[in-house]
């Protein structure tokens, strides 16, 4: 099978909102007035951002769950997407759940495949989607005040804890490893609450590299500095109960890293919206911390006083 056999085999649908999709030399989206166009674009890399031997269906889903993931963090919603793709061969059962994980994620969000690009080399995913957010309107990582309340959607960790027990650092249950898994091969991108946060939020990001790293990213580009309350770090963990470690528990929970989750900021006043945020996407939103105008980050325990140790963020180049 070549090139355009397979393009048009998998990744050739008929497209409903954009005006031109796969087959020309480009693609062409029509944005509604009022509206801004959000873009973002991840690459997942064999052996850096997945097992080679992961299900091709849950790594289709998942390439596109990052990048979805990135419009819910600005209140974007999902339009189109492109795929630039490497396979190291034409491997049809590979291309079937590779397209069916991806493509059944894509229907889900009402975001079409619109083209893209096809070679061959070692296996390496790049997505870039395209959402709509009207203008002005997108949560960005620079608007926390002092005294916004800070808050964390969903729960942080497990995908981490997959990972150290995939890696053979820990042991788990079955039944436990079998959830985290799911959640570290198959996130959800919150994209209703990040609709839903719009007017509400006064900044947001999505947790993909570790909480505390990633808060730091909203402390510097707003100017501010949060505290954290540690004891909430159990029961944002689904499985903390399960893990017998409460410091791997905390370091998976406080840095671990593929959680694409939400993190994000709001004035005290906005807690009944976010709550009604929180109750129209159906996704569970936990208050973690408070905005300071002290810039820095500080962790305490539940009775306030503080926690020193230091919980590294996962880097690439780090
Ligand atoms: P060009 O050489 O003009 O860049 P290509 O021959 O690479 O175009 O691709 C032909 C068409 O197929 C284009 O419309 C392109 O967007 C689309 N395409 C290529 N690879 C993919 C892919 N993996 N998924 C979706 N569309 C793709
Ligand atoms: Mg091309």
């Known amino acids: 099978m070549g090139e355009f056999d397979l393009i048009a085999r ?19 989206l029509a944005p509604a007035a009022g509206m801004q166009l959000a873009v973002s674009s991840d690459m997942l890399v064999e052996g850096r951002h997945f097992f080679a031997d992961v299900a091709p269906e849950a790594l289709g889903h998942k390439a596109l769950a990052v990048n979805l993931s990135d419009l819910a963090a600005c209140g974007a919603r999902p339009l189109a997407f492109t795929l630039a793709l490497a396979l190291p061969r034409v491997d049809e059962a590979w291309l079937a759940g590779f397209s069916r994980g991806l493509l059944a994620l894509a229907d889900a969000h009402g975001c079409e495949l619109v083209g893209g690009d096809t070679t061959q080399g070692p296996l390496n995913i790049c997505i870039t989607v395209f959402g709509e957010v009207p203008v002005g309107q997108a949560l960005l990582r620079s608007g926390a005040r002092a005294g916004d309340d800070l808050y964390v959607s969903g729960t942080l960790g497990d995908a981490r804890l997959a990972l150290e027990a995939l890696l053979g650092h820990t042991a788990l249950a079955p039944g436990v490893l079998a959830a985290v898994r799911q959640r570290l091969e198959r996130p959800t991108p919150r994209v209703a609450l990040g609709l839903a946060l719009r007017g509400v939020a006064s900044s947001a990001m999505d947790v993909s590299d570790g909480l505390l790293g990633d808060l730091s990213h909203i402390l510097k580009a707003s100017g501010v500095g949060a505290r954290i309350d540690t004891s909430l770090a159990g029961a944002l963990m689904a499985q903390g109960s399960a893990v017998a470690d409460p410091e791997l528990l905390r370091q998976c929970t406080l840095a671990g890293g593929d959680d694409y989750e939400l993190a994000f900021t709001a004035p005290p006043l906005q807690r009944a919206a976010v709550a009604a945020a929180a109750q129209a996407s159906q996704t569970p939103v936990a208050r973690i911390g408070t905005i300071e105008a002290e810039t820095g980050l500080r962790l305490v325990d539940g009775q306030g006083r503080p926690v020193d140790q230091r919980y590294a963020s996962f880097d690439h180049f780090g």
């Open 10 to 28: 998998y990744f050739t649908r008929p497209v409903r909102r954009a005006a031109l999709g796969v087959g020309d030399d480009c693609a062409l």
